[in-house]
């Protein structure tokens, strides 16, 4: 959750009670098919494009129901995610149920049956005025009734800015709530047995709350009181760890933990998913891992509490999206990219241990087999993918108070071999890692003859939750030294010379490359700015931001008011500076930074420079923060890259300005 990536929505915050089976965003379509291997079967239940051929019309999240023959799709309209949900029935493709309003990406617990789920949707605007886009409720809704008569469940007396995720197991029994105040990272977990009271009035009880800790709770079907669920957790483990509880001894808190899988002192836990099929022997843990930002997966016995295998991954990349199938319990999918490998998603049998790539139309190894026993490996430094024309390198250099920080490098040649214009990125915020994900402007970018950069920052969770508070509210002044030194660290290992750096950030990231201009405005060619949140004083008075003040701290607080003040990049606007190129960007219907920070940084850029280069603001209609249709995405990111290349010596691949790179 972020500002730029997740923050005020209700999804990816989920416990884990669920079977995990399937949530999506942008603007792709949703399909069904009677059979994975059999692609004539396969039938459009939902395109967005066919719905609005503008592109502003998005699909925000889908969840089946868990027999598969219903499917809850969440789409919104010019960007605001504002969300509409329906249910289609996939046999028919027909509208069964919808719309509900009010919702936004907010998670589904299916009950058996598919007769009716829990989702979070937000109280009736007219009853707070003002404050439409908070006050969220979990609610129990019947399929084909009116969304009004939706029974509230949890949420009632609760500060303004909590979000809610829900999840039922696969057989029914149990419901889990998470709750956040705001972005902040601690979680309150509750739990209920639905089996022990009506559906609409399910005894939840609290499983952890006030603790300040990211927790998550995993739960299968088939577990009674007296058996045994798992928490994912940074309590009194900065890097996550795996604990097992009884349902009825939970209420006793960390006292009635048994540790399952420790912390590791060299990587931080950042996904479980339990397999426990009659097939297995005890239930099985798939642990995925970051090592210096590398993804490692590895295998547990969550009875015994032994690794027992490790998974190799096909690259040097980042996996995410885990799910698994409650009815077998011994399959789980998740998926995997890098910088030059695009989404694809792998499955894993816990049976045989092998990973195998999951697509209709080839059936081959994702990687090697599974290593039994030992530490897990991969990310080395050396390990460097390379596919058409772009390598990728990891590299380690001080930022100004000593502290190491990490940075991916992708080049055409994977060395420093002659200085080149590079583009520097990062994000460095609300515990959010910069893996090395597949985007299209990095191949783009290197396949011109530049370098791209990447840089890990305090303020992310690189290094877990110790390394994301290093870079947030008092400290966030090292978040911007970090990118300061990974500019540095370009030029002095001969990747690049002055002049020619350009640097490119949204939303928080938006923030840091706004730092970054204000703060040394002479080491940059050119900036893109896009969605960012500029104004640090008074950024709480519009979009979400208040429900941004665990990250950064509010200015009503006398202590808080000075470090926003002297970082806050709209007040550092100084007349008379030779500020570089900037193109900030904003849309109109976005709901989390609203485009007033662009529009006022825009002014006080334009009226203080004495530069050459052009201060401008792109302002796009009928879209919001993040997920738009792709023929939008595409153009956006063109005219970004093309601002950036132009002011930094970049020449157009297959223009008359340069050769081919080498």
Same mark, same amino acid.
Request: glycine share 14%.
């Given at each position: 959750?972020?500002?730029?990536?997740g923050?005020?929505?209700?999804?990816?915050?989920?416990?884990?009670t669920?079977?995990?089976? +399937?949530?999506?965003? +942008?603007?792709?379509p949703?399909?069904?098919?009677?059979?994975?291997?059999a692609?004539?079967?396969? &039938?459009?239940?939902?395109?967005?494009?066919?719905?609005?051929?503008?592109?502003?019309?998005?699909?925000d999240?889908?969840e089946?129901?868990?027999?598969?023959d219903l499917?809850?799709?969440?789409v919104?309209?010019?960007?605001t995610?504002?969300s509409?949900? $329906?249910?289609?029935?996939?046999t028919?493709g027909e509208?069964?149920?919808?719309?509900?309003?009010r919702v936004?990406?907010s998670?589904?617990?299916w009950l058996?049956?598919?007769?009716?789920?829990?989702y979070?949707?937000?109280?009736?605007? $007219?009853?707070?005025?003002?404050?439409e886009?908070?006050?969220r409720?979990?609610?129990?809704?019947?399929?084909?009734?009116?969304p009004?008569?939706?029974?509230?469940?949890?949420?009632?007396g609760?500060?303004k800015?909590?979000f809610?995720?829900?999840s039922v197991t696969?057989?029914?029994?149990?419901l889990g %709530?998470?709750?956040?105040?705001?972005?902040?990272?601690?979680?309150?977990?509750?739990l209920?047995?639905l089996?022990?009271?009506?559906?609409?009035?399910?005894l939840? &009880?609290?499983?952890?709350?006030?603790?300040g800790?990211?927790?998550r709770?995993h739960?299968? *079907?088939?577990?009674?009181?007296?058996?045994?669920? #798992?928490?994912r957790?940074d309590?009194?483990?900065?890097?996550?760890r795996?604990?097992?509880?009884?349902p009825?001894?939970?209420?006793? @808190?960390p006292d009635a #933990?048994?540790?399952?899988?420790?912390e $590791? *002192?060299?990587?931080?836990?950042?996904?479980?998913?339990?397999?426990?099929?009659p097939e297995?022997?005890?239930?099985?843990?798939?642990v995925?891992?970051?090592r210096?930002?590398?993804?490692?997966v590895?295998l547990?016995d969550?009875?015994?509490?032994?690794?027992?295998? =490790?998974?190799?991954l096909?690259? =040097?990349?980042?996996v995410?999206?885990?799910?698994?199938?409650?009815?077998?319990?011994?399959?789980?999918?998740?998926?995997?990219?890098?910088?030059?490998?695009p989404?694809?998603?792998?499955?894993?049998?816990?049976? =045989?241990?092998?990973?195998? &790539?999951?697509?209709?139309?080839?059936?081959?190894? !994702?990687?090697g @087999?599974p290593?039994?026993?030992? *530490?897990?490996t991969?990310?080395?430094?050396?390990?460097?993918?390379?596919t058409?024309?772009?390598?990728?390198? /990891?590299?380690?250099?001080?930022?100004?108070?000593?502290?190491?920080?990490r940075m991916?490098v %992708?080049?055409?040649? @994977?060395?420093?071999?002659r200085?080149?214009?590079v583009?520097?990125?990062?994000?460095?915020?609300?515990?959010?890692?910069m893996?090395?994900?597949?985007r299209? /402007?990095v191949?783009? #970018?290197v396949?011109?003859g530049?370098?791209f950069?990447?840089?890990?920052l305090?303020?992310?969770?690189?290094?877990?939750?110790?390394?994301h508070?290093?870079?947030?509210?008092?400290h966030?002044?090292?978040?911007?030294?970090?990118? !300061?030194a990974?500019?540095?660290?370009?030029?002095?290992?001969?990747?690049?010379?002055p002049g020619?750096i350009?640097?490119?950030?949204?939303?928080?990231?938006?923030?840091?490359v706004?730092?970054?201009? =204000?703060?040394?405005?002479?080491?940059?060619?050119?900036?893109?700015?896009?969605?960012?949140?500029?104004?640090?004083?008074?950024?709480?008075l519009?979009g979400?931001?208040?429900?941004?003040?665990?990250?950064?701290?509010s200015? /009503?607080?006398?202590? $808080?008011l000075?470090?926003?003040?002297?970082?806050s990049?709209?007040h550092r606007?100084m007349?008379?500076?030779?500020?570089?190129?900037?193109?900030?960007?904003? !849309?109109?219907?976005?709901?989390?930074?609203?485009?007033?920070?662009?529009?006022?940084?825009?002014a !006080?850029? /334009?009226?203080?420079?004495?530069?050459?280069?052009?201060?401008?603001l792109?302002?796009?209609?009928?879209? +919001?923060?993040?997920?738009?249709?792709?023929s939008?995405?595409?153009a956006l990111?063109?005219?970004?890259?093309?601002?950036l290349?132009?002011?930094?010596?970049?020449?157009?691949?297959?223009?008359?300005?340069g050769?081919p790179p080498?």
């Amino acid at each position: 959750a972020g500002a730029g990536a997740g923050a005020g929505a209700d999804a990816g915050t989920g416990s884990g009670t669920g079977s995990g089976t +399937g949530s999506g965003t +942008g603007a792709s379509p949703v399909s069904a098919s009677a059979s994975a291997s059999a692609s004539a079967s396969e &039938r459009v239940l939902l395109d967005p494009s066919v719905l609005d051929p503008s592109g502003r019309t998005v699909l925000d999240a889908w969840e089946p129901s868990l027999e598969g023959d219903l499917v809850a799709c969440q789409v919104s309209r010019d960007g605001t995610e504002d969300s509409l949900l $329906r249910v289609i029935d996939v046999t028919t493709g027909e509208v069964v149920d919808g719309p509900l309003d009010r919702v936004r990406k907010s998670s589904v617990g299916w009950l058996p049956g598919g007769g009716a789920f829990y989702y979070v949707r937000r109280l009736d605007p $007219r009853l707070n005025p003002g404050e439409e886009r908070y006050h969220r409720r979990v609610c129990l809704h019947r399929v084909g009734t009116s969304p009004d008569a939706d029974a509230v469940v949890f949420g009632e007396g609760r500060d303004k800015t909590r979000f809610y995720s829900v999840s039922v197991t696969g057989d029914g029994r149990w419901l889990g %709530i998470t709750a956040t105040l705001g972005t902040g990272r601690g979680t309150d977990l509750y739990l209920a047995d639905l089996s022990a009271a009506p559906l609409d009035r399910p005894l939840l &009880r609290p499983v952890q709350e006030g603790m300040g800790a990211a927790t998550r709770l995993h739960a299968v *079907p088939g577990t009674g009181p007296a058996d045994r669920v #798992w928490l994912r957790t940074d309590r009194d483990a900065a890097r996550g760890r795996v604990v097992a509880c009884r349902p009825d001894e939970l209420h006793l @808190g960390p006292d009635a #933990w048994h540790e399952v899988v420790p912390e $590791r *002192p060299d990587a931080v836990l950042t996904h479980l998913v339990v397999l426990s099929g009659p097939e297995l022997k005890n239930p099985l843990g798939l642990v995925a891992w970051t090592r210096d930002t590398v993804a490692e997966v590895t295998l547990h016995d969550l009875v015994e509490g032994r690794q027992v295998a =490790t998974v190799p991954l096909p690259g =040097t990349g980042a996996v995410g999206d885990f799910s698994a199938v409650a009815s077998d319990g011994h399959e789980a999918w998740f998926a995997y990219t890098d910088f030059v490998t695009p989404v694809r998603v792998l499955h894993f049998d816990a049976r =045989t241990r092998r990973l195998r &790539r999951w697509q209709r139309d080839a059936d081959g190894p !994702a990687a090697g @087999g599974p290593r039994d026993g030992g *530490p897990a490996t991969g990310g080395a430094a050396d390990n460097r993918p390379t596919t058409g024309g772009a390598v990728t390198r /990891q590299v380690a250099f001080p930022s100004r108070d000593g502290t190491t920080v990490r940075m991916f490098v %992708i080049s055409p040649s @994977g060395r420093p071999d002659r200085p080149r214009p590079v583009l520097l990125t990062g994000y460095g915020g609300f515990g959010r890692t910069m893996s090395p994900r597949y985007r299209a /402007q990095v191949l783009a #970018w290197v396949r011109a003859g530049g370098v791209f950069a990447w840089a890990g920052l305090r303020g992310g969770g690189e290094e877990g939750e110790a390394w994301h508070r290093a870079g947030s509210g008092a400290h966030k002044q090292n978040t911007f030294d970090d990118f !300061a030194a990974a500019a540095d660290r370009l030029v002095e290992a001969g990747w690049t010379e002055p002049g020619r750096i350009a640097i490119m950030g949204g939303s928080n990231g938006g923030l840091l490359v706004a730092a970054a201009l =204000t703060q040394e405005p002479g080491k940059y060619a050119a900036v893109v700015c896009s969605s960012p949140l500029l104004d640090m004083v008074r950024y709480e008075l519009s979009g979400l931001g208040p429900s941004w003040t665990p990250e950064y701290g509010s200015a /009503q607080d006398p202590a $808080r008011l000075p470090v926003l003040f002297g970082y806050s990049p709209y007040h550092r606007v100084m007349p008379g500076t030779a500020y570089p190129a900037v193109l900030l960007t904003a !849309a109109d219907g976005d709901t989390r930074t609203d485009p007033l920070h662009a529009r006022k940084m825009c002014a !006080a850029l /334009q009226h203080a420079t004495s530069g050459n280069g052009p201060i401008l603001l792109r302002l796009e209609h009928g879209v +919001g923060h993040g997920d738009r249709a792709a023929s939008r995405a595409a153009a956006l990111q063109a005219e970004c890259l093309a601002f950036l290349a132009s002011h930094v010596g970049l020449p157009a691949p297959g223009s008359a300005a340069g050769a081919p790179p080498r």
